[in-house]
Structures are given as structure tokens and as C-alpha cells.
């Protein structure tokens, strides 16, 4: 049975959330913004209708977060009542709790997500790293890893390069990821993976080491202006391998663009590589890897912001892009996260895409 102290707690935290929310002036703001869009002239601007629109989407958003918490919080003092009354069992009570903890936990994750980016889609690219066969293996089961978790939380998937291996797995693979909060929470499993474990591809049944990196920048759409230097742009044509019937191999409708620039982070000469295979029509995916390198710039532009930020709060932690991040140890049953030290020795659930406790240790921790 629950305690009145967990009770108090929860009742607390969700005062607090109202409280960090500025719930009562998201409540009058949303009536303003929603009385902007009853003007007849509303939509002669449809790039600032869209925009109009997202805003009151995303106050909807927290308002109605709040309210499940609130009712969450009030069922579950209705069931303690009830239980007194003997009308429904410890259990009931138990579960109203379990409901109630959840929902609070899930709007205090999102309330650390408060950066205009972190509402945003996102691109994930994942790169098998040096080892050949058993490297591009553990690419191939780190994006199952990912779709499943997408697929568990309801984002929508769009792969939008794919490139198998020779023999197995995959040398690399960019998808984007569409749904609520995206990015925000896909953004703790930028940096490099690395596998443990005896390899079905060594014929001894050695222990091998794998790597892969994986790459998350928010998916930016019109309403941000990234400036792109046509004059840094340049673009190849190949032909598309894969699924796809009878166009396979005979139009070139897979796009390589190269990007030539300023590096915001180094201020040295750099270059952008994306390549596009997500559809038969050319036009289409050069327009598809325009948006990825526009998404890319956005990135290093937050980047250069957050380092900008980092040197005014120097005690945070920094957290380096291509730095390791978490071993998956097969044989002894154990995945870490060597940024927050969380680990677990359920390997297949992790594996099977339940990363919520990882990512929530790494929120706790930086934000």
C-alpha cells in the first residue's frame, strides 16, 4: 500500500508543475492567440498563419498535459477516500498511484524540454564504424533499436538513406523521426555506441569489440531561415540501389550533395556530404537534402550557442559530440551509459527500443 508522505509528494510535484508552467498565463495567452485566428484576413498569409497556428498547437499542447496531471492526482485522492470507505481495494489504489507517478514524471521530462529545438522533428543518421562485416551488423541492429523505440512512442519514421552492407547489416542509414518532442528526446543518443559481445561472424568465437555513431540534429522546416551559400553548393547523381521494382539501377534519382562553408564551432574550411535515396524522383530528393543540410547548420549554430552558454555556466558538464557514450555488453548482460552511469541488465528490452530510462537519466543530469 502507498504511503500519505508518496501521496503528499505527488501532490506537491504537480503544484510545482503548474507553478513552472505558468499555467494560469498559458490559459489566457492561448484565449488571445486563438482569437488572432478568427480574423477574416487570417490565412491571406499562410506562412504566418502556420506559424500562428503551431503556437496555439503547442500552448494546447501544455495545458492539456497539465490537466491529465491534475486529474491523474485528483483520482488518486478519490481512490484513498474510497479504500477508507472499503468501496475499492488496496490494488485499485495502487494502480491510481502508478498512473498518477507516470503522468507526473512524463510532464516534468517534458517541462526540461523548454528549447525552441527540442519541440522539433528529428534526423537521425546512424555510421557503422571500423570493422567491417561485425561493425555494419551492430549499425543494422541499432537502427532496429531506434525504430523500434519511434514506433513504441508513436513517431512517425521516414528513411531517407539507406546503404547495406556488403555481407550483412549496414554501413549507414539517415532517417527522419516526426512526433512530440522528437528531437528533445532523441538528442541523448548523440555520440558513439560501442558493442561487446562474441561475434557470429568470427570463426574462433572471439570476443569483438564494434562501434557505431549516431548523429541527431532537430528537423528545421520554412518557418526558420537557415541561409545556404549557393555558391558552397554542389550536387552528384548515382543510381539508387535497393527496393524499388523495375527503376532500380536505370535513373539516377539518388542525389549527393556536397556543401562547402564556414565552420560557426572552428572557423575553418569545412564540407557537408548528404546523400538522398528516399524516393524515384530526383527533384524530390534534392529537395530532401536541402532540408537535412539546412537541419545540419541549424545544429551547429545551437551548438555554437550552447558552448557560448557553457563558458557562463562553467561548472555544467560538457558533453563532447563522437564521445562514447554506452556499452551494450552482451555476454554479461549489462548496457551503460557512461554520461549518467544508469544501467540495466535487460539487454533485449534495450534492444528491443525501451530506452525511456536512459534518456531520463541523461535529461535529470544535463538539463
Known amino acids: 500500500m502507498i504511503t500519505t508522505e508518496q501521496i503528499k509528494d505527488l501532490q506537491a510535484r504537480s503544484g510545482k508543475l503548474r507553478q513552472y508552467l505558468n499555467i494560469d498565463e498559458k490559459q489566457m495567452q492561448l484565449r488571445e492567440e486563438e482569437m488572432r485566428t478568427q480574423d477574416p484576413e487570417f490565412w491571406n498569409d499562410a506562412k504566418a498563419a502556420e506559424t500562428q497556428m503551431k503556437k496555439v498547437k503547442t500552448l494546447k499542447k501544455w495545458l492539456d498535459g497539465y490537466d491529465g496531471v491534475s486529474k491523474a492526482v485528483e483520482e488518486l485522492e478519490l481512490a484513498v477516500e474510497f479504500f477508507r470507505d472499503e468501496i475499492v481495494t488496496e ?44 561493425a555494419q551488423d551492430w549499425a543494422d541492429m541499432l537502427m532496429r533499436m531506434y525504430l523500434r523505440y519511434c514506433e513504441k512512442h508513436g513517431y512517425k519514421t521516414t528513411i ?65 531561415e537557415i541561409e545556404v551559400n549557393p555558391a558552397g553548393l554542389s550536387w552528384d547523381t548515382f543510381r539508387s540501389s ?67 552558454q557553457a563558458k557562463v555556466e562553467a561548472g ?11 556499452s551494450y555488453v552482451f555476454d554479461d548482460r549489462r548496457v551503460k551509459d557512461h554520461r549518467t552511469n544508469y544501467q540495466t541488465s535487460n539487454v533485449n528490452a534495450v534492444m528491443d527500443g525501451d530506452l525511456d530510462e536512459f534518456i531520463k537519466a541523461y535529461l535529470m543530469e544535463f538539463h
Open 91 to 134: 490494488q485499485d489504489v495502487d494502480q491510481a498511484y502508478s498512473h498518477a507517478l507516470s503522468v507526473v514524471e512524463s510532464l516534468e521530462m517534458k517541462n526540461m524540454l523548454s528549447a525552441e529545438e527540442d519541440q522539433m522533428p528529428a534526423v537521425l543518421k546512424i555510421v557503422a564504424g571500423a570493422g567491417g562485416t561485425e
Open 160 to 224: 531517407q538513406n539507406l546503404q547495406e552492407g556488403e555481407e550483412a547489416g549496414i554501413k549507414t542509414v539517415t532517417f527522419n523521426v516526426e512526433g512530440d518532442m522528437a528531437y528533445g528526446y532523441l538528442k541523448s543518443e548523440n555520440g558513439v555506441h560501442r558493442l561487446v559481445r562474441v561475434s557470429p561472424y568470427n570463426a574462433q568465437g572471439k570476443r569483438m569489440t564494434s562501434f557505431s555513431s549516431v548523429f541527431v540534429v532537430p528537423l528545421i522546416d520554412d518557418s526558420i
Open 242 to 308: 535497393g527496393a524499388g521494382g523495375q527503376n532500380v539501377n536505370k535513373v539516377e534519382s539518388g542525389v549527393r550533395l556536397h556543401y562547402k562553408f564556414k565552420n560557426p564551432l572552428t572557423g575553418l574550411d569545412d564540407e557537408i556530404v548528404i546523400e538522398n535515396t528516399e524516393t524515384r524522383d530526383q527533384p524530390k530528393n534534392r529537395e530532401n537534402a536541402l532540408r537535412l543540410l539546412r537541419s545540419q547548420l541549424y545544429e551547429l549554430e545551437l551548438e555554437k550557442r550552447r558552448q557560448a
Open 316 to 326: 555544467k558538464k560538457k558533453i563532447e559530440w563522437g564521445s562514447q557514450i554506452r
